[in-house]
């Protein structure tokens, strides 16, 4: 069974930097991409980044742009989140996602999903 599992939450204040992680395991097939997603108390679960399991190729939401960034690696199956100068907007909680299609910006084109993991920003 697959599992994803999310770390790194937790509180930080407002223009500091927080680094989130995702370990996948027990994948039955070709991962391609990688995603997170974010939903705040009240709202829907929103896009954030994704980023292909290859090919290096990646896509963020305009309110993260140039200041998140979505890396991995491959050999241990894990996916990274690096948030800098954030804002109280960016308090959620994140949620690590696979897919099996490049692109895949909507959450119907998911498969599985982490646990999600507390960010909170404080002002």
């Known amino acids: 069974q697959v599992q994803l599992v999310e770390f790194g939450g937790g509180l930080v204040q407002a223009g500091g930097s927080l680094r989130l992680s995702c370990a996948a395991s027990?994948?039955?097939?070709?991962?391609?991409?990688m995603g997170w997603f974010r939903q705040a108390p009240g709202r829907e679960r929103e896009f954030v980044a994704a980023?292909?399991?290859?090919?290096?190729?990646?896509a963020y939401a305009n309110s993260v742009k140039g200041r998140f960034t979505i890396s991995r690696d491959n050999a241990k199956n894990t996916v990274f989140l690096q948030m800098s100068s954030l804002k109280s907007e960016d308090t959620a909680v994140y949620y690590c996602?696979?897919?099996?299609?490049?692109?895949?910006?909507?959450?119907?084109?998911?498969?599985?999903w982490g646990q999600g993991t507390q960010v909170t920003v404080a002002s």
């Open positions: 996602a696979a897919s099996r299609n490049w692109p895949s910006m909507t959450r119907g084109s998911y498969n599985y």
């Open positions: 980023i292909r399991w290859s090919g290096g190729n990646t």
């Open positions: 027990g994948l039955t097939f070709r991962m391609n991409t």
